[in-house]
């Protein structure tokens, strides 16, 4: 048992640590079986880390603005532990398949990936590995500081046998397993509860569907013994600790209370994926309302509901990097273009550069942005409410057109509903000259 045996606490016949700190009173069994002799100095001093993450909860609101998640978001984290058990050792097409699944504006997805995976292979070679599924939209939480934020923040949690995807459990998240080596797992453990406890992923079927089930079945009490067996002392960790360590050094310990610090949002910083590319269900409602539905387009999946979605048109980055996307593009975006490039000339330059783009979008800024038809039709288009970018205004331009109805008619406003969001833009629209 890694830790508890002979191998880690003896040498020569002697127990080598003063104390050895144990988070539940069942390690106790586990230790006397393995190394005896180190019973006089166990401690059950609990799982700082466990009581950390329980006074991060208030700031979870905190955690998933960092991540760019709003309050309707369903965050979804990814956990791996290390080796070919783990859950990208069995399967490593599952980020991918799992983003390709989830609409952009309604989930997130982020990785936490065990450290010794990110230096067993290097952080270059992990980038490269996940480098499409970066440029679909995952956020990449970094080895050392930000997996207990990230848990924190998720909504549902998918992950293997390692030790984030308990603690994922104990703090009552929603929690599936992708796959669980129950021959890696030690008998009476927390890991052990987890497999009992949390469903196990069935790949013949939607991950989406699987996800949001977990969520609404979930109950509070499904994981009680995965919460109990991660520590004895569940918010007492650091006053025990404190009084150990104070005895070891011999000194008094202070009087005030020991502290228990939240994690601070600051530390969380992530590699941001951004959706580069997208494929586009746009439904016309109303005369001044469409329906847009968003997946990334880098990544594909059996399972998405884009296959059943009527009218699917591909949405860009101009400067995505893989050609075959820009080349099929229906609508090509262009952000932020240099001060000495006016729009006139980007949009001239993508039509002239990508035949099968029909509508070309420059955007400004975030919130403003000028769109071109290829026959030269023309409209600026402002964001004046709602959390979505101008690069909307193109998908809705383009259901309008496809519904039948000219260029001159499209409204002043235009309300545009994506995911749970409603984003308002207002369009001015211009149509050139005929001599």
């Given at each position: 048992m890694y830790g508890l045996s002979q191998q880690w606490l003896v040498r020569d016949g002697v127990v080598i640590p003063s104390a050895v700190v144990l988070s539940h009173d069942e390690q106790?069994?586990?230790?006397?079986?393995?190394t005896p002799d180190a019973l006089s100095v166990a401690v059950v001093g609990g799982d700082p880390?466990?009581?950390?993450?329980?006074?991060?909860?208030?700031?979870?609101a905190r955690y998933r603005a960092v991540l760019g998640a709003h309050s309707d978001t369903t965050v979804v984290a990814v956990s791996s532990t290390w080796g070919s058990n783990s859950l990208l050792g069995r399967h490593l097409d599952l980020i991918g398949d799992l983003l390709a699944e989830l609409s952009i504006d309604e989930h997130l997805v982020a990785a936490i990936l065990h450290p010794n995976t990110w230096f067993a292979h290097g952080p270059l070679q992990i980038r490269h590995w996940l480098s499409e599924y970066l440029r679909a939209g995952l956020r990449l939480v970094p080895p050392a500081v930000g997996w207990q934020h990230t848990i924190v923040a998720a909504d549902v949690v998918l992950g293997d046998h390692g030790a984030v995807t308990g603690y994922s459990a104990a703090i009552g998240r929603p929690t599936l397993l992708a796959t669980f080596p129950d021959h890696d797992v030690a008998p009476g453990s927390?890991?052990?509860?987890?497999?009992?406890?949390?469903?196990?992923?069935?790949?013949?079927?939607?991950?989406h569907e699987q996800l949001h089930r977990a969520i609404g079945d979930y109950e509070p009490d499904q994981f009680h013994t995965v919460r109990e067996l991660t520590s004895s002392i569940p918010d007492e960790s650091a006053r025990t600790l404190r009084q150990v360590f104070y005895q070891l050094m011999d000194l008094p310990e202070p009087d005030r209370a020991a502290v228990v610090r939240?994690?601070?949002?600051?530390?969380?910083?992530?590699?941001?994926?951004?959706?580069?590319?997208?494929?586009?269900?746009?439904?016309?409602?109303?005369?001044?309302?469409?329906?847009?539905?968003?997946?990334?387009?880098?990544?594909t999946s059996h399972h998405s509901a884009?296959?059943?979605?009527?009218?699917?048109?591909?949405v860009v980055r101009s400067d995505h990097p893989q050609r075959d996307l820009l080349t099929h593009a229906a609508i090509l975006t262009h952000q932020n273009p240099p001060n000495d490039m006016h729009a006139d000339q980007a949009l001239a330059e993508i039509m002239a550069n990508y035949p099968a783009c029909r509508l070309a979008v420059v955007a400004n800024s975030e919130r403003t942005g000028v769109l071109r038809h290829r026959n030269g039709d023309t409209a600026t288009a402002e964001v004046v409410d709602g959390p979505g970018d101008v690069a909307l205004a193109g998908s809705a331009i383009h259901a309008w057109l496809a519904s039948g109805r000219p260029w001159p008619t499209l409204p002043d406003k235009i309300v545009i509903t994506h995911g749970p969001f409603r984003t308002s833009i207002q369009l001015s629209v211009t149509v050139p000259m005929v001599t």
């Open positions: 106790y069994g586990r230790l006397a079986e393995l880390c466990f009581d950390r993450m329980r006074a991060s909860i208030a700031h979870r927390v890991i052990e509860a987890l497999g009992k406890s949390a469903p196990h992923v069935d790949f013949r079927q939607s991950l939240p994690f601070d949002p600051s530390e969380l910083t992530i590699e941001d994926g951004i959706a580069c590319a997208a494929l586009v269900s746009a439904e016309l409602s109303s005369d001044a309302s469409v329906h847009v539905t968003r997946w990334p387009a880098d990544v884009l296959h059943e979605a009527a009218d699917i048109h591909l």
